[in-house]
């Protein structure tokens, strides 16, 4: 009887360790995800200098499956509503600075965040814009499936206006 117990106790400790390992396993698929969608939003975002309609519809037809095998990447579609005002936070400008700032893409069918900061409000001499962008890790359990989101955050290099 003692051995019976002593492989239940040994059991029940491979089991724990093989669902810790498979948990960090998804979260690592999962923040990979992130990561490359938010990297290839501001790629776009770089290349051409500005958020605009034309760089939304790259990036969304690069997310659902406009590449070359023709699959997406299985990032998390808005499937209730298009407004992302109920997933991206509000932003606070950075202290110190007389810079404007809020989200600029308002509707998307994916959800992520791409957020203006506007520098040309005080001094004219030094003044640019930059983007951030926040894209989230999802793990899609069915329980915590929106209790778990993590951002994962980058921004763009800052796009200096030359005033002569």
Do not use: H
């Not at 499937?79 to 700032?101: E, S």
């Amino acid at each position: 009887m003692n051995q019976a117990i002593g492989n239940a106790l040994l059991f029940n400790i491979i089991i724990t360790i093989v669902i810790i390992l498979i948990a960090f396993f998804v979260g690592s698929l999962s923040y990979t995800k992130a990561f490359k969608v938010k990297n290839r939003v501001i790629e776009e975002i770089e290349k051409n200098q500005t958020y605009d309609n034309n760089v939304k519809a790259e990036i969304e037809k690069w997310l659902a499956g406009g590449g070359t095998n023709g699959e997406g990447i299985g990032y998390k579609r808005n499937t209730t509503t298009i407004n992302n005002k109920t997933y991206c936070p509000d932003v606070t400008c950075p202290k110190g600075t007389k810079a404007t700032c809020g989200l600029i893409n308002q509707t998307s069918d994916y959800q992520y965040c791409v957020y203006e900061f506007d520098t040309c409000v005080g001094d004219k001499s030094i003044c640019g814009k930059y983007y951030r962008v926040v894209t989230y890790m999802y793990f899609d359990f069915p329980v915590i499936n929106e209790l778990l989101r993590i951002p994962v955050t980058g921004e763009t290099m800052i796009f200096q206006e030359i005033n002569s």
